[in-house]
């Protein structure tokens, strides 16, 4: 699928804004602080239903006015469609000018694939932000993920309530049964999502990863960490750690707890892998993300990379390019590179979007 275009209004430091891309490669550079990130973050919004760098929404509106929209077409192979995004005090949803009642409804409409190089933080930070790389891949594949992880999450919220209860308000410990019933429900069935995701991504890895490496001489695997695999298994644990848990006002385990691992020759690599080493790891598991998408959508996802170019070297920039072609590429950069294929570029100055290289 690709992106035909995006008109952007009040959206962060653009006025009015129309960019329209080619179905594959589009190159958006421009100075620090132009408004390049800011064109990807819109996409972003239309896929996920979210920015993934605003705290909050009305960050995105521009500054002195009071309501921004983003509208993006796009086109799958038998069909064209657009997303709007219109953004207030609330964000509302349409698709195709129909108002969605949850934002859930349009995720995975549109089906992107985001490079940064804040991705790096997948591999050097804990195990939260691994879990909300899983998370965001599944979520945008299927729906239904989404909706288990807020039951669980609501369900975690109020048993951790309940245990504050039993600490200060002598509440009966023996009602946390439903609670820790529901709670296991609902992880053995996310356990399932994210072993069977996890096993995908286990089954890609190790060609990807001596793509980019040009050698086959580093062993590169992926690990999925739970305790929650089946559900006695998982209540048994709930029960162990229950005096633990009414102590400390929370619950001590579950899928909110999960980690993925990735190992280099058998260790981890956020630990003991070399700058180099990281990096190409955080490539090779974006790159099994991207083929996971392209198997499971039967088509070929937006790839949005923003400033990512620079983080890799020429052997790197390579491979790469070469594993993603077929796909529509948005590559936004500060300096100009330069391609022997063909392309559109686009100069972005001071929230105005010009293009500048059609596309023959
Ligand atoms: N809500 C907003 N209203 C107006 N300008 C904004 C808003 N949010 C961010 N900006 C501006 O957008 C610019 C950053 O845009 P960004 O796309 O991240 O830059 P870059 O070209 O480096 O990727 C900054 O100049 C910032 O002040
Ligand atoms: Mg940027």
Redesign the pocket.
Known sequence: MYIKEVTLENF??YEKQKVEFNENINIIY??????????I?SIFLCAFGKSYRAKKDI?????NTNNSSVEVQYRKTDREGKIRANIKEKKTFFINDIKQNKISDIIGKINVVIFTPDDIEIIKDGPQRRRKFLDMMISSLKPNYIHLLNLYNKTLEQRNNYLRQIKYENKNPQMLDIWDEQLSEYAVNIYEYRKYYIEKISEKIESFHSLITKSGKEEIKIKYISNSNNKEKFLENLRKSRNIDIKRGYTATGVHRDDLMIYVNSKPVSIFGSQGQQRTAILTLKLCELQIVKEEINDTPILLL??FMSELDETRRKSFLESIKGNQVII?C?DKIKLNTNYSEFF?EQ?ICKKIKEYN
């Open positions: 962060r430091n421009g100075n620090n602080a132009q408004g390049k990130t800011n064109i973050e960050d995105l509106i521009k500054f923003d400033d936004t500060t972005v929230g």
